[in-house]
Structures are given as C-alpha cells and as structure tokens.
C-alpha cells in the first residue's frame, strides 16, 4: 500500500464533531468552535524510547500515543474533540503494522467521539508517532498548574507504580502471577487517560491539575514551580497496587514517586472543595486519594517534601529528562 492508499483507508467517512467543516483531505482541517476554548497538546513516542519491539505491538503503540495526548486533554479539564497523526515509517514495517496501530487510535478515539483530522507519513529510519489533539473546555475553565494554593488539599486518582512495573515485567520478566501481570502490563500498553473524571470535575470553583506522564515527583514540582507554592506529600497515603509492592518491594516506592506513565491525574483543590472532587470520582467509578497539602513557599524556591514516619526529604525532578547527555 503506497502513501496515498494508506490515507484514503484512514480518513473517516463521517466525523464525530459536530464542529467539523473540513476533514481529511485538503491542505488541512478546518472546524469552527462555539464559544468555548480550544485546548491543544502534541506529544511523541519513539521507539527506543517510549517502547521497544518487546514491550509494544503496533495496535499498544498507537493506542498510548493517543492515550498520553487525551491525559494532557484531561489535565486542562477539557473534553476531547480532535487529534491529528504524524507517523515516521521505517521501510521494514508492513501495512498491517501500520493499520493495527491505527487501529489501537481508532478504538481509544471512538471512546472519545474523537475524530482524525489529519496527519502526515513520512519514511524514515526510526518508527515515531506524533499526536496532536485539540479540546474544548468551557471559557476560563482550563485547569492551571499555577493555580494550587496554601491550604490546598492535594489528590491523584488511581495508584501510582503499575506503568513502571508492567514495564519491568515485559522487559525483564518477573515471578508475578499471570493475572496480576497481565493486569501491570495492561495499566504500561493500555493506559486509560482520566478525561471522564476531569469533566466530572467541571462544577469545582478552582483546580490545579497535572498529568501524571513522569511520576508525581515531577508533576508536583511543576505544580510548585507554577504555583509557587511548597508541598508537602505523606508517603503512606500515596495509593499503590499490592502486588507491585509485593513482588518489587525494593522499587515500588522509587516507582509511586518517579516510575510515570501512569496517566492518572494530580491536583490540589481548598479543603472546602475537596468533598466535590470525591464525588466526581465517585460518579466515574474511580478512585481518589489525599496524598498531602499545599503550604506557603517558606524558601526563596518553591519546594516538594516527602513525609513518612516523622521524617522529612526533599523530593526533585527525578522524571524522565530527554536531552541529558552522558556525565551533564
Ligand atoms: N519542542 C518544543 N517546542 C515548543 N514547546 C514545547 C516543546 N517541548 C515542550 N514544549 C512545551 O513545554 C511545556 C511542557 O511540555 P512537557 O514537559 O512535554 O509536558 P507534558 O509532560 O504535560 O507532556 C508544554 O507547554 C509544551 O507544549
Ligand atoms: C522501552 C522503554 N524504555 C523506557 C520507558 C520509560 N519512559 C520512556 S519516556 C518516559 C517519560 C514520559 O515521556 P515524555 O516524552 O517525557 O512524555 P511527556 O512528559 O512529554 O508527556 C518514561 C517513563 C518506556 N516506556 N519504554
Ligand atoms: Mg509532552
Ligand atoms: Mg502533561
Ligand atoms: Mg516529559
């Protein structure tokens, strides 16, 4: 199948959206929003990085891709809409490779009403995935990570550690028991962006919310950064999967903290306001956990702690940091 058969079996017959003027097809896309804010974020997977032969298939590949894009949708409180595709091909992939990672975008888009709205192929030596997508969230409802104050409760949804140890499974292999492992693996290929929850969120007054793409130390020092705020996380209340403990008992905690793509969603809400927020996890079925407080910044740096038994430590960047060479 040569480039241009390729896109005439990808574009969709009908779209979704309602504010759809121009598809696949033309120069590029056109629609025409009504009234409320357009959100948009693109990221990349790479293979050799994000994903290797041994730890994705095609249909995983595609379907992270989006799933990563729809999490930072969610940290914005936005509702998916759109996503546009940039694929790098290397000349050993074959259509079906191609089409089942296409496939894995539609089945997360369709969840969505998402609709494809363009793209771009190219050949080239390395398989890479571009997703661009664009939301809707109501006017001046985005959800800042500057917008966290003293007083603050801070929450993440689902637990922490399973991307990471799914990870460790495929790559290395482990003596987990087959449903637990298939459970880790599916959290690492199939995460579920946290979109509903975001939107259930909609009636909160004021939200600073971040996704959870390269662990909470990361996310809650932007939320700091942003904010300029201190916060200060109690380790026992950080929500984890008993088996990773179990089987990876000298990780699981480097892995809550740092492992990432995770794609749950971190925030800080005023105690007043964190009685909605467990409803709205209610209301979708999932789970929220406290996790600590928001506190002034009490040096010239706004600064992440991590309480446990009395003790207290600072907690950096340790996120997945591209860029960094060898001795820097
Ligand atoms: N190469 C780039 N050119 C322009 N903006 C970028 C680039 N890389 C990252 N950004 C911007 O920097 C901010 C942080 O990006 P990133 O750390 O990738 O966020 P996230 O972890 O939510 O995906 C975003 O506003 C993003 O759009
Ligand atoms: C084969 C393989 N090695 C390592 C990882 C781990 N990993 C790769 S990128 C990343 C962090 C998130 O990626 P990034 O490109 O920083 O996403 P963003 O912050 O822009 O959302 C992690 C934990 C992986 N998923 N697969
Ligand atoms: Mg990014
Ligand atoms: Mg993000
Ligand atoms: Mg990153």
Request: glycine share 8%; proline share 3%.
């Given at each position: 199948?040569?480039?241009?058969?390729?896109?005439?079996?990808?574009?969709?017959?009908?779209?979704?959206?309602?504010s759809?003027?121009?598809?696949?097809?033309?120069?590029?896309?056109?629609f025409r929003p009504s009234g409320q804010d357009v959100v948009t974020a693109?990221?990349?997977?790479?293979?050799?990085?994000?994903?290797?032969?041994?730890?994705?298939?095609?249909?995983?590949?595609?379907?992270?891709?989006?799933?990563?894009?729809?999490?930072d949708l969610a940290a914005m409180g936005s509702v998916p809409a759109f996503?546009?595709?940039?694929?790098?091909?290397?000349?050993?992939?074959?259509?079906?490779?191609?089409?089942?990672?296409?496939?894995?975008?539609?089945?997360?888009?369709?969840?969505?009403?998402?609709?494809?709205?363009?793209?771009?192929?190219?050949?080239?030596?390395?398989?890479?995935?571009?997703?661009?997508v664009i939301g809707y969230v109501d006017k001046d409802k985005g959800r800042y990570?500057?917008?966290?104050?003293?007083?603050?409760?801070?929450?993440?949804?689902?637990?922490?550690?399973?991307?990471?140890?799914?990870?460790?499974?495929?790559?290395?292999?482990?003596?987990?028991?087959?449903?637990?492992?298939?459970?880790?693996?599916?959290?690492?290929?199939?995460?579920?962006?946290?979109?509903?929850?975001a939107q259930?969120?909609a009636?909160?007054?004021?939200?600073?919310l971040?996704?959870?793409?390269?662990?909470?130390?990361?996310?809650?020092?932007?939320?700091?950064?942003?904010?300029?705020?201190?916060?200060?996380?109690?380790?026992?209340?950080?929500?984890?999967?008993?088996?990773?403990?179990?089987?990876?008992?000298?990780?699981?905690?480097?892995?809550?903290?740092?492992?990432?793509?995770?794609?749950?969603?971190?925030?800080?809400?005023?105690?007043?306001?964190?009685?909605?927020?467990?409803?709205?996890?209610?209301?979708?079925?999932?789970?929220?956990?406290?996790?600590?407080?928001?506190?002034?910044?009490?040096?010239?740096?706004?600064?992440?702690?991590?309480?446990?038994?009395?003790?207290?430590?600072?907690?950096?960047?340790?996120?997945?940091?591209?860029?960094?060479?060898?001795?820097?």
């Open positions: 199948m040569d480039e241009f058969s390729f896109i005439r079996s990808i574009a969709p017959s009908a779209y979704q959206q309602s759809i003027i121009k598809g696949i097809g033309d120069d590029a896309a056109v693109v990221d990349t997977m790479v293979d050799g990085v994000h994903f290797s032969l041994e730890t994705m298939k095609p249909y995983h590949i595609g379907y992270r891709a989006l799933a990563a894009n729809i999490s996503y546009l595709v940039s694929v790098v091909v290397p000349p050993e992939w074959n259509s079906t490779g191609l089409e089942e990672l296409y496939r894995g975008m539609k089945d997360l888009a369709a969840q969505y009403r998402m609709d494809v709205i363009g793209g771009d192929t190219v050949s080239g030596s390395e398989l890479s995935v571009s997703i661009t990570r500057s917008d966290a104050r003293a007083g603050d409760v801070v929450f993440v949804t689902g637990t922490l550690g399973d991307s990471r140890a799914g990870l460790e499974c495929l790559l290395k292999g482990s003596t987990v028991n087959d449903e637990e492992k298939t459970f880790l693996i599916h959290r690492h290929q199939m995460p579920e962006p946290r979109a509903s929850f259930a969120l009636g909160v007054e004021r939200l600073a971040n996704d959870i793409s390269d662990g909470m130390a990361n996310e809650a020092n932007e939320i700091a950064e942003a904010s300029e705020v201190d916060i200060h996380l109690e380790k026992e209340q950080i929500p984890f999967t008993p088996t990773v403990k179990e089987f990876f008992s000298d990780y699981y905690d480097e892995w809550m903290l740092a492992g990432g793509e995770d794609f749950e969603l971190m925030g800080t809400v005023s105690a007043e306001e964190w009685p909605e927020v467990i409803k709205a996890a209610d209301r979708v079925g999932l789970k929220v956990s406290k996790v600590g407080i928001v506190k002034e910044k009490q040096k010239d740096n706004p600064m992440v702690y991590l309480h446990e038994q009395g003790t207290k430590r600072v907690v950096t960047k340790t996120g997945y940091t591209h860029l960094t060479k060898k001795g820097e």
